[in-house]
């Protein structure tokens, strides 16, 4: 029952456009004890999910745009078989803290953009009718 509260909690997350992978990797390797590389498999099947429902929405929207979907795709295939050749080089527990290192560098860098963007709207602040 644990675990269908936790995965309907991050796939709300996910639904709201947050980074929620992140947070199924931490839970199914710190809470239920899983192998890093395990549990990344696993959030690479959730995202499958989720990625297509929200691929559905932004069409719906039509809020896509070709060029930044080829380049991404693009990247990904180049990336994806470099990563899973890095992965089962490396010990897991170097996984594990270079996957939180770069969790905690992301949402660094989210907060930043995030108050760099509140600051700029309390100079220029939109006067509603």
């Known amino acids: 029952m644990r ?23 931490l839970y199914l390797t710190l809470a239920e004890g899983m192998v890093q590389l395990a549990a990344q498999g696993i959030n690479l099947l959730f995202f499958l ?45 170097l996984l594990r803290k270079l996957f939180g290192g770069m969790l905690i560098l992301s949402g660094m860098l989210a907060l930043r953009k995030s108050l760099l963007r509140d600051k700029g709207n309390k100079k220029n602040p939109k006067i509603l009718p």
């Open 3 to 25: 675990d269908a509260i936790v995965a309907l909690v991050i796939a709300v997350l996910s639904g709201m456009g947050i980074g929620s992978g992140g947070f199924l990797v």
């Open 49 to 93: 999910f989720s990625g297509g429902a929200s691929l559905l929405v932004h069409m719906r929207k039509r809020r896509l745009f070709g060029n930044a979907i080829l380049a991404m795709s693009t990247m990904g295939m180049l990336g994806s078989p470099l990563g899973s050749l890095a992965a089962a080089a490396l010990p897991s527990e």
